[in-house]
């Protein structure tokens, strides 16, 4: 542990979990889209559902989905200047399953420039996040380390292939995971990197013949 894992993040709000790592899942999910958002139906689940109004989680998750940090003075505010930006948002309470966290927020989300994109994660606690699930597909991400997620083939020497061109090109790696579905089918993997990938690196591992999509993602303060 850190001494932020005791103390919090600095942020605006009452609560680390319901506000602070709210703001972080938004931030997420924004990434994740790719541009601005302009349009989020914000399903909440457990504690985000029952609780997250009096701790402010619904303004905290459209402060996110605007990029806005966790210590950003204007988070009360936060639906005011959504209506300014625009920004069309609504909530609904969904049930996620007796196995998700109690602080689980799934986004349905549509781009100024036409992009759509599901995501799904949790609070954990502390300010800290996991987003779980992308399009459908599972996966784990904390958005601690600029991130790469790829869509690809399962088939050998494909983790070599994306591997391969990142170490040529002088990215390092810090951690990666692989998920799939079944063999054979599609996977997917989640490559936490110590520095952020440039346009072209990215342009590079796209161009393999076994990737369907991939996307790159700044570390979320």
Known sequence: MNIFDIIGPVMVGPSSSHTAGAVRLGNAARAILGQPVAKAVIGLHGSFAQTGRGHGTDLALVAGLMGWPTDDLRIPQAFDYAREAPLEYSFRTINAGDAAHPNFVRFWLT????????????????????INEVDGFPLEFTGDFPTIL???????????????????RGVNIAQMRVFRRNKGGLASMVLETDQPVDEADIAAVAGLSMIKAVRSINAIG
């Open 111 to 130: 781009g100024q420039g036409g992009a759509e994109s599901q995501v799904s994660g949790a609070s954990i606690g502390g300010g800290r996040v996991v």
């Open 150 to 168: 790829t869509l690809h083939e399962d088939r050998p020497g494909a983790v070599a292939e994306v591997t391969g061109i990142l170490s040529r």
